[in-house]
């Protein structure tokens, strides 16, 4: 059984001084991921591990370094979802959890599985998921923002991961801050199943990222990997999905999606997107900010 994952650090504008950065977080996202899974680990502890990198990272709006919402505060939402049993587990509006990929993950055997605020708090610190207090996520550059109102010309970069583990289950996780300036208790796609992920160890499995309000209509996730059936490649799949939010809805977007065989693909329609994948047959991970990036890099390969 092959072993692969693809992490994704949203959809969004890269600034020219955070492309490093960017490259350099999923990186670092996959490589945590990659070790798990080449150790023997589960595609969900694979995930865990991944996002929780993104999570620690203030260059991503997950965890520490959220963007602000309307009160000047750090709000998120997670979910993790498995495809053998179709497991999930997600928390919305939570503050003062330091990894709420983590209490997602946690949720996944329990019932309830979606929890919100206080109650998903009180979850959290029930279950030995580490807490902080709420400042604790409030990143400097976030605040300085916040601070001076400036325009946002990069869109929140919320992170997501898909992993494939030896048994060949697929596991898909999400982790946002939301957007900037929602108003308190906004919850959007990324703690709702269908929407900001997705996984079926028949199909695939799917994180997205971009307009909560766009990407809940169009049921993105789940649109993507029913684009899956038939054997079609996940990157035809991913632009698929992203073509029917686009003809039905305003909004950007993207989504990245790995199918049973290992085979990754991605898409979206904001300016950048970054991306980082490493597979049984990659030497070593790359990384993405630009999809043309790794088509000029085939074509490089494929003309040596
Ligand atoms: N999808 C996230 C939300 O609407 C934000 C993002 O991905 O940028 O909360």
């Keep these: 059984m092959t072993l692969a994952i693809i992490v994704h650090g949203g959809a969004k504008t890269v600034p020219g001084e955070k492309v490093e950065a960017n490259h350099a977080g999923c990186l670092a996202a996959v490589e945590a991921g990659w070790t798990v899974l080449r150790a023997g680990g589960s595609a969900g502890e694979a995930v865990e591990a991944a996002i929780r990198v993104l999570e620690s990272d203030q260059t991503f709006n997950a965890g520490f370094g959220s963007t602000l919402n309307s009160e000047g505060g750090v709000e998120v939402d ?17 503050q003062g959890v330091l990894h709420p990929i983590s209490a ?24 030995g998921i580490e807490m902080c207090a709420k400042e604790d996520l409030i990143s400097e550059e ?12 990069d869109r929140p970069n919320t992170v997501g991961c898909v992993a494939l583990d030896a ?12 957007t900037t300036g929602q108003p308190q208790g906004r919850v959007g796609d990324t703690a709702l ?31 993507a990997i029913d684009f899956l ?20 809805v305003e909004g950007e977007a993207g989504c990245i999606v790995l199918d049973p065989q290992g085979r990754v693909g991605w898409a979206y329609n904001s300016s ?29 390969l494929q003309s040596v």
């Design 78 to 94: 997670a979910a993790m979802m498995e495809g053998e049993k179709l497991s999930w587990g997600a928390v919305a509006a939570v």
């Design 104 to 127: 997602a993950r946690k949720l996944m055997d329990d019932k309830p599985r979606l929890l919100v605020a206080q109650s998903a708090e009180r979850f959290a610190a029930d279950h």
């Design 142 to 153: 976030q605040q300085q923002e916040w601070e001076e109102e400036k325009e946002v010309v």
């Design 167 to 178: 048994k060949g289950i697929l596991v898909a996780g999400t982790s946002t801050g939301g």
């Design 193 to 223: 199943v269908g929407c900001g992920l997705y996984a079926d160890n028949h199909l695939g499995a799917c994180s997205t990222t971009g307009d909560g309000e766009s990407i809940i209509p169009v049921v993105l996730a789940k649109t």
């Design 229 to 248: 059936k038939g054997d079609t490649h996940p990157d035809d799949a991913a632009r698929m999905a992203i073509n029917s939010l686009v003809e039905r």
């Design 272 to 300: 950048d997107m970054v991306v980082g994948y490493m597979t049984a047959e990659m030497d070593q991970p790359v990384t993405f900010i630009k999809k043309e990036e790794e088509q000029k890099k085939e074509e490089q």
